[in-house]
């Protein structure tokens, strides 16, 4: 049974969250040859705060990507 973490900040819509847990299940299923029922999506949502990049925290205000409906 894969199981995926994908840690990601947050702002994103719960259909891109949708969409992204599905193409990670499809592209698991196409690469391992394994089931749909078999694959676990979990997404770890965090705080702009909570993260940094090259020792700095992340900058106030960033974008974490696109958050269509």
Avoid: W
């Amino acid at each position: 049974m894969p199981i995926i973490q994908v840690h990601l900040l947050e702002g994103r819509s719960k259909n891109v969250k949708r969409q992204l847990i599905r193409d990670l299940t499809d592209t698991t299923c196409r690469t391992l040859g394994v089931t749909p029922e078999s694959v676990r999506v979990i997404l770890q949502e965090m705080a702009p705060d909570h993260f940094g990049i090259a020792g700095e925290p992340f900058p106030q205000g960033g974008n974490p990507g696109p958050s269509q409906d």
